[in-house]
């Protein structure tokens, strides 16, 4: 099954690892194969990595997007990950640190991409200044 995407004028993405910017319309792309495929808000660049949500999501992402080091992304997703659960005691996001974990266990990256954003929720929420 084709992935359709609707790109917004000036928007970016990635295409496996390719940076493509659309120009000022509208426009739809049809992607008939696999690919690895990040919407620019969804890029998180190094430098904005300053909280433990963003930890896990940082080594997630780039396992999505460079899966020839994804052992290497691996291994600090693992020590995020652990330090992150050490700490919580919500029974929704231990939940949802669970279903991440799982994602990448089965190299679903993406999924468990949209499941980190909702440690970020989990995140913002308690700690607003972050």
Same mark, same amino acid.
């Given at each position: 099954?084709?992935?359709?995407?609707s790109?917004k004028?000036?928007?970016?993405?990635?295409?496996?690892?390719?940076?493509?910017?659309?120009?000022?319309?509208?426009?739809?792309?049809?992607?008939?194969? @696999?690919?690895?495929?990040?919407?620019?808000?969804?890029?998180?660049?190094?430098?904005? *990595?300053? &909280?433990? %949500?963003?930890? +896990?999501?940082?080594?997630?992402?780039?396992?999505?997007?460079?899966?020839?080091?994804?052992? @290497?992304?691996?291994?600090?997703?693992?020590?995020?990950?652990?330090?992150?659960?050490? *700490?919580? &005691?919500? %029974?929704?996001? +231990?939940?949802?640190?669970?279903?991440?974990?799982?994602?990448?266990?089965?190299?679903?990256?993406?999924?468990?991409?949209?499941?980190?954003?909702?440690?970020?929720?989990?995140?913002?929420?308690?700690?607003?200044?972050?």
């Open positions: 099954m084709a992935l359709k995407l790109l004028p000036d928007e970016k993405l990635v295409l496996n690892g390719a940076v493509i910017a659309n120009g000022n319309r509208r426009a739809t792309l049809v992607i008939h194969n @696999k690919a690895s495929i990040l919407r620019e808000k969804d890029i998180m660049q190094e430098e904005d *990595v300053k &909280s433990p %949500a963003t930890r +896990i999501y940082f080594p997630v992402m780039l396992m999505y997007m460079d899966q020839t080091n994804e052992d @290497k992304y691996h291994d600090e997703f693992v020590l995020r990950m652990t330090e992150f659960m050490n *700490v919580i &005691s919500n %029974a929704e996001a +231990i939940n949802t640190c669970v279903k991440v974990s799982k994602d990448v266990m089965n190299r679903n990256y993406y999924r468990a991409l949209m499941n980190c954003k909702k440690l970020l929720k989990f995140e913002a929420n308690l700690l607003p200044t972050v």
